[in-house]
């Protein structure tokens, strides 16, 4: 069973800080991961996908990486802002299913 | 354009009443999810529907759960004879296809509270 995990749960980083948001997961047989932002009280954002055959995204100041072979994924945020507080999820399609499996989120807090 | 709607945006109800949560997804995508959010159990899916293929139920945590989509459009979850662990906020996303290949669109979601 695909266990996707966040850590660390929350983070609180001052202005200007670059964010670095990790994901793992046990099993790499993965269509693609996805990366999601929370704002209180709302739905998700999707932020990045990326395809199993891909090692990166990008979109602006945000990076998403992919290792399959060490079941990593990372979200890089550059020159972090307040406007960029909120919760941070990663998911995963499998590739013997169509479901999202979540991680628990990571909770950013950047402080003007 | 549109994006996924949801409603009601909030429901408080008593334990043993049934509820129905509606979904509007965007135009055009053929695949609709609707998963739960709890406290302390992070997000979980509960069904999924393509196109006119059986729906796959595999997350419904119990047979007082149930869900259909009309038209191939919106759908709707019921929960029957409500309990106080199904207190949550219910999601619905939808996407053009195959969640493998497309990127899912998340509603704002409903709030159930149960009493």
């Known amino acids: 069973k695909q266990e996707v995990t966040q850590i660390p749960a929350a983070l609180s980083v001052p202005e200007g800080e670059n964010l670095v948001l990790n994901c793992s997961f046990t099993d790499s047989a993965i269509y693609n991961l996805q990366w999601f932002r929370q704002d209180p009280g709302k739905g998700l954002t999707s932020l990045l996908l990326i395809q199993s055959s891909q090692r990166e995204q990008t979109s602006g100041r945000l990076n998403a990486s992919l290792d399959k072979s060490s079941g990593r994924s990372t979200l890089y945020i550059a020159a972090s802002q307040p406007g960029d507080s909120a919760t941070y999820l990663c998911?995963?399609?499998?590739?013997?299913?169509?479901?999202?499996?979540f991680g628990g989120g990571t909770r950013v807090l950047v402080k003007p | 354009g549109a994006g996924v709607s949801q409603s009601p945006s909030n429901k408080v109800t008593e334990k043993g009443k049934d509820v129905e949560l509606r979904c509007d997804p965007i135009?055009?995508?053929?695949?609709l999810y609707w998963y739960r959010q709890s406290l302390g159990q992070g997000l979980e899916f509960l069904i999924y529907f393509q196109g006119n293929s059986a729906p796959d139920k595999s997350g419904l945590p119990s047979d007082r759960f149930s869900a259909e989509r009309t038209g191939g459009s919106v759908s709707t979850l019921t929960i029957q004879r409500t309990q106080q662990e199904d207190s949550a906020v219910y999601l619905c996303?939808?996407?053009?296809?195959?969640?493998?290949?497309?990127?899912?669109?998340f509603g704002p979601g409903t709030r159930l509270t149960v009493t």
């Open positions: 998911a995963l399609t499998p590739a013997a299913g169509n479901k999202l499996t």
């Open positions: 135009s055009g995508h053929t695949a």
């Open positions: 996303a939808s996407s053009l296809g195959l969640a493998g290949f497309y990127e899912q669109y």
